[in-house]
């Protein structure tokens, strides 16, 4: 998938990185979501899935954005 099919949810330039590219929530075509992020070492998911760690205030916009 490229990134140009995604819905960017975020990242307006009012949230920690400014008019920057990171972190930030997208939304897919068929409805699910990709998180970008810094990488989180909390726990080891399952193979083939990954950790990213996000801002409350960039989960909050991503919300806003939904109309949720």
């Known amino acids: 998938m490229a990134r140009e099919e995604l819905t960017r949810l ?15 929530v997208y939304r897919t075509v068929s409805g699910s979501f990709v998180v970008q992020g810094d990488v989180s070492d ?16 960039v989960l909050r916009e991503a919300i806003r954005a939904l109309g949720w």
């Not at 975020?10 to 930030?24: A, L, S």
């Not at 080891?44 to 205030?57: D, K, N, Y």
């Open 10 to 24: 975020t990242g307006n330039g009012t949230g920690e990185c400014g008019q920057g590219d990171c972190p930030n």
């Open 42 to 57: 909390a726990f080891t998911p399952p193979s083939g899935e990954g950790l990213v760690e996000i801002p409350e205030a």
